[in-house]
């Protein structure tokens, strides 16, 4: 048999199109297991074949098929923070759940039935939005977010109560502070915490966790106030209902200690008593509200633990043996008839995609694993499918510093590159940018890999899964250390002779796109590059973006207008000069987080310096493409303009995509 055939990089043929991304994919981030039926579980299904819309499902752990609860063209999605998350929460066998189409909260007791609306028409549309509730332990009340946007200034955000009748009652129950998340009802409905903060921290930076007693949708006694000082982080708090006869316990991931680590609270004196905590974040930042990566029941507390090469599940202090590198949420469900504890968890590993998956674990400790839902067959060979390499390289421009980064090199059995020829580069710069690299397979970068063009998927200075020192080293830094990471990135596997040093590229969304620029108009490191929604003009953006992240660049940058020069230094707009590098850029026309203006500035600008670029517009997208055939169009997009430019014709050749001055 002869070995791999010799192609130029770039032009190896492969089997993972861009269709291959959409085509019966699911993404799953929350997995719960029914407060009242602990054997059922429910999860949620975005599906960009479906125009991106999201669907609730359930399953009976105890025997059955999974079912989807919502109807076939429900869309649960919520628009709080513009970023949403946590838009269902299910009890006793019915699911509430927020319609994107109105924002309005529903309730439906199961498949066949009518969904009940439990909120108001809005005097405007999508005027009241609703997120990340629990219901009372009667099923009475649906505690809740809701923030409003009626107030004729900046959205109000506020913790309600929710009548589950269908009377449309919704009782205020506290407006405190700026924003509010992650309302958690004790077990025996007697108490209530949640977490709090205000401008202009995120809530990574300085939150305040409340506990407050509790009952008929009313306040009663404050019980307990952490965080008051400012100093730390607290997130995800949960109640352990505790074994048997014993008194339930309040659970919260703090930072205090550098690490997100899993505490008790000490409803009395306020301290915070370790129960998981290392040298491992447990929480991730929260962009998205309903995520939760630790679960305690009957006494069990397990954990997922981000480690450099992935998560590593603790239950009770053990590793449990797992194929997965990625976990977004995590509960304990029990496996009626027998009552055993049962971990389940959205997940997904270096080889499959995310699924939901429960473990059993027996009293030795060993783990008996069950797909409740599989991830989706890829039909794909073991040997397209590479697992990255963690590395670590100098940076700073003197070279004191260090940023990390996944390096996945070119790889296709199939297929190798001319001797002496080293193969192109992709540099992606994530989003955020309190955010990391993703630690599970991506179809995304085995489209590249899988063609010959190697990745790097750089952890700049700022970024999570390092500990909060390590995400606050961007602090007034951004568009400086880490547009530097990225390229020292770039240079380090050059040199390493990983990556021909005249073809690296460099692509990267939101945040991401904002480094993309910074590093075309600042350096002369890259041959191309590709920006998703990024951010032309930092001014622009301080003046015009939603609350959630209205004062976030207070921290990154510097507090606006005070810092006003600062902000047009940092601004790719304004260094056009330094721009001679083609550029593909991709907006959302309905985007409220990055609005199309900051596109179409750079572009324009471009295009009359004569630059060569790129420019496609997505109707009815907004901060992230959810449809199908635009993730196709953007990702064959990037891929015909790469190709173009570095001098390659992909086996796969799409049509050109049209580009001003090339």
């Not at 005027?127 to 009340?141: F, H, K, N, S, V």
């Not at 919704?170 to 077990?187: K, T």
């Not at 324009?604 to 060569?612: D, E, R």
Request: hydrophobic share 40%; proline share 8%; aromatic share 8%.
């Amino acid at each position: 048999m002869g070995g791999p055939e010799v192609v130029p990089f770039g032009e190896w043929p492969s089997p993972v199109t861009a269709a291959c991304l959409v085509q019966g994919a699911a993404g799953i981030s929350e997995v719960i297991a029914d407060p009242v039926r602990p054997w059922v579980l429910w999860w949620a299904e975005n599906r960009p074949d479906e125009a991106g819309r999201t669907a609730v499902m359930r399953r009976d752990l105890r025997g059955g098929e999974s079912q989807e609860v919502t109807p076939p063209d429900a869309d649960v999605r919520t628009l709080v923070h513009e970023y949403g998350g946590g838009a269902w929460w299910p009890h006793d066998g019915s699911l509430h759940y927020v319609e994107f189409a109105d924002q309005r909260l529903r309730r439906i007791d199961h498949p066949d039935a009518e969904p009940v609306l439990l909120t108001a028409e809005p005097p405007e549309p999508r005027a009241w939005r609703y997120a990340d509730g629990r219901l009372t332990p009667d099923g009475r009340w649906s505690v809740c977010v809701r923030e409003r946007h009626d107030t004729g200034g900046e959205p109000a955000n506020e913790l309600v109560a929710v009548a589950a009748d269908g009377f449309q009652r919704v009782v205020a129950l506290w407006s405190g502070s700026d924003f509010v998340m992650a309302p958690r009802v004790s077990p025996d409905g007697s108490m209530l915490a949640w977490i709090s903060w205000d401008h202009p921290n995120m809530p990574w930076d300085a939150t305040r966790l409340h506990v407050y007693e509790f009952g008929d949708a009313e306040l009663g006694a404050e019980v307990q106030v952490l965080g008051l000082r400012g100093d730390r982080s607290l997130c995800e708090p949960g109640w352990d209902p505790g074994a048997a006869g014993a008194e339930p316990r309040l659970m919260v991931c703090s930072d205090h200690d550098d690490w997100w680590g899993l505490y008790e609270v000490d409803l009395d004196g306020g301290s915070l008593l370790p129960v998981v905590a290392g040298g491992f974040d447990v929480a991730t930042p929260p962009w998205v509200f309903g995520m939760q990566r630790w679960a305690a029941a009957g006494g069990t507390v397990a954990v997922a633990a981000g480690m450099p090469a992935g998560d590593q599940i603790l239950v009770d202090g053990r590793a449990v043996r797992l194929i997965d590198s990625s976990v977004s949420s995590l509960t304990i469900a029990r496996s009626a008839p027998d009552g055993a504890a049962v971990l389940a968890y959205a997940g997904a590993g270096y080889r499959h995609e995310p699924e939901v998956a429960a473990v059993r674990i027996d009293g030795a400790g060993r783990a008996v694993r069950d797909a409740v839902r599989p991830a989706r067959e890829l039909g794909l060979g073991a040997g397209l499918l590479v697992e990255p390499e963690a590395i670590t390289f100098p940076t700073g421009g003197d070279g004191s510093a260090a940023a990390h980064a996944l390096y996945y090199p070119p790889t296709n059995p199939a297929c190798a590159g001319p001797g002496g020829d080293r193969p192109p580069l992709l540099v992606t710069a994530h989003g955020g940018p309190t955010a990391a690299a993703r630690r599970q397979l991506q179809l995304g970068v085995v489209f590249w890999t899988s063609r010959g063009i190697a990745v790097v998927d750089v952890d700049y200075r700022g970024s999570t899964g390092y500990g909060r020192s390590y995400r606050r080293a961007l602090d007034g830094a951004w568009g400086v250390a880490d547009v530097e990471d990225c390229v020292a990135a770039a240079r380090f596997l050059a040199e390493r002779g990983d990556a021909d040093p005249r073809r690296l590229i460099i692509r990267g969304g939101s945040a991401g796109g904002f480094t993309v620029l910074a590093a075309l108009a600042l350096h002369d490191t890259f041959a191309a590059g590709a920006s998703r929604y990024g951010i032309a003009d930092l001014e622009a953006l301080a003046a015009d973006t939603h609350k959630f992240e209205s004062r976030y660049l207070d921290r990154l940058v510097g507090p606006y207008p005070e810092a006003r020069d600062v902000y047009v230094a940092r601004s790719p707009i304004h260094h056009l000069d330094g721009f001679d590098a083609p550029m593909i850029v991709m907006q959302g026309d309905e985007d409220e987080i990055v609005p199309p203006a900051q596109a179409e500035m750079i572009v324009g600008a471009l295009k009359a310096k004569g630059v060569p670029v790129a420019y496609l517009l997505f109707e009815g997208e907004q901060h992230g493409f959810r449809s199908a055939d635009n993730i196709v169009a953007a990702l064959e997009a990037e891929l015909a303009f790469f190709g173009r430019v570095l001098g390659f014709t992909p086996a796969d050749r799409r049509p050109e995509v049209e580009t001003a001055g090339l």
